[in-house]
């Protein structure tokens, strides 16, 4: 119950924030969006589990905390899940115009992990690029106890790499679109007892609905069978930007928020109600 108090003050503070434009958002910073700047495919550098195509600005570092409750039908028990969570803390950083870094540690399996993300090709109507394109490189290592047998467990079949190609196009200031192949490489996977090779398509789109509010669609299915016992990760999200802070909403079928987690472990079906809440917070500071 505390939980929901603390998310509901905070609600109310952020949206006595947010009468501002649009426009205000993105020159936050003293950056001019129409001029030095390509214009928001997403409002955020992650959709609901996957990466979008956007990095922090050159000089922002960006704080978030994820928050991702248990199943729906764990019951009144558990509060329908408020009782049982997993938390992702995480920091951005735009190093450049084109290139970022960040780091991040999530409670599941008690995972550390790190990334580098580049903008290849940016979205601008004047030089002909009709999409933008971005490849993000992500290592993580799960440091959780007793899970691996002795002969695996070493650094090596610890570790886990991830390749992310994204391909995007906004369309209009209400759409976006954004496709995304990604390459899972696990030296050793406990569930399978094997090395695991993972290839998933992801599709993701964005509707914005008033100036300050989004709402975020994302389904990666797998398209090889790599003998993994899981479901495609299917999610709704519901961005809320008040001014330095972008506030997230989503339900989806996976409680993991590292990219291995729901990549590869991710079991719940929408049709059973099994049902994730969650939500992340994200805050810019100006270095």
Same mark, same amino acid.
């Given at each position: 119950?505390?939980?929901?108090?603390?998310?509901?003050?905070?609600?109310?503070s952020?949206?006595?924030?947010?009468?501002?434009? $649009?426009?205000?958002? $993105?020159?936050?910073?003293?950056?001019?969006?129409?001029?030095?700047l390509?214009?928001?495919?997403?409002?955020?550098?992650?959709?609901?589990?996957?990466?979008?195509?956007?990095?922090?600005?050159?000089?922002?570092?960006?704080f978030?905390?994820?928050?991702?409750?248990?199943?729906?039908?764990?019951?009144?028990?558990n509060?329908?899940?408020?009782?049982?969570a997993?938390?992702?803390?995480?920091?951005?950083?735009?190093?450049?115009?084109?290139?970022?870094?960040?780091?991040?540690r999530?409670?599941?399996?008690?995972?550390?992990?790190?990334?580098?993300?580049?903008?290849?090709?940016?979205?601008?109507?004047?030089?002909?690029?009709?999409?933008?394109?971005?490849?993000y490189?992500?290592?993580?290592?799960?440091?959780?106890?007793?899970?691996?047998?002795?002969?695996?467990?070493?650094?090596?079949?610890?570790?886990?790499?991830?390749?992310?190609?994204?391909?995007a196009?906004?369309?209009?200031?209400?759409?976006?679109?954004?496709?995304?192949?990604?390459?899972?490489?696990?030296?050793?996977?406990p569930?399978?007892n094997?090395?695991?090779?993972?290839?998933?398509?992801?599709?993701?789109?964005?509707?914005?609905?008033?100036?300050?509010?989004?709402?975020n669609?994302?389904?990666?299915p797998?398209?090889?069978?790599?003998?993994?016992?899981?479901?495609?990760?299917?999610?709704?999200?519901?961005?809320?930007?008040?001014?330095?802070?972008?506030?997230?909403?989503?339900?989806?079928?996976?409680?993991?928020?590292?990219?291995?987690?729901w990549?590869?472990?991710?079991?719940?079906?929408?049709?059973?109600?099994?049902?994730?809440?969650?939500?992340?917070?994200t805050?810019?500071?100006?270095?």
């Open positions: 119950m505390r939980t929901i108090a603390a998310l509901t003050l905070f609600f109310a952020t949206m006595l924030a947010a009468q501002i434009t $649009d426009d205000m958002f $993105d020159q936050l910073g003293g950056w001019d969006d129409t001029t030095s390509p214009p928001k495919t997403f409002r955020s550098t992650r959709v609901v589990n996957m990466q979008s195509v956007e990095n922090p600005y050159p000089g922002e570092l960006v978030t905390v994820g928050h991702r409750f248990g199943n729906f039908r764990s019951g009144f028990y509060m329908f899940g408020l009782d049982i997993t938390i992702r803390l995480g920091l951005d950083y735009g190093i450049n115009s084109w290139l970022a870094a960040g780091a991040g999530s409670t599941y399996q008690k995972t550390w992990d790190s990334y580098l993300k580049a903008r290849m090709i940016t979205q601008d109507g004047d030089s002909g690029y009709p999409f933008s394109l971005s490849y490189l992500s290592a993580s290592i799960s440091t959780i106890r007793y899970v691996y047998p002795e002969e695996h467990d070493n650094l090596g079949d610890r570790m886990s790499y991830i390749h992310n190609l994204m391909l196009r906004k369309f209009s200031d209400r759409f976006s679109l954004q496709v995304s192949p990604m390459w899972l490489r696990s030296s050793y996977l569930e399978t094997a090395p695991v090779n993972h290839i998933s398509l992801g599709t993701a789109v964005r509707i914005r609905l008033t100036p300050m509010t989004h709402l669609l994302e389904y990666i797998s398209i090889i069978d790599d003998g993994v016992n899981r479901v495609n990760p299917v999610s709704a999200g519901f961005d809320i930007e008040t001014g330095g802070h972008v506030f997230q909403l989503f339900l989806s079928n996976t409680q993991g928020i590292s990219d291995k987690a990549l590869v472990n991710t079991t719940g079906q929408w049709q059973n109600g099994d049902i994730f809440f969650g939500f992340t917070i805050r810019v500071f100006y270095l």
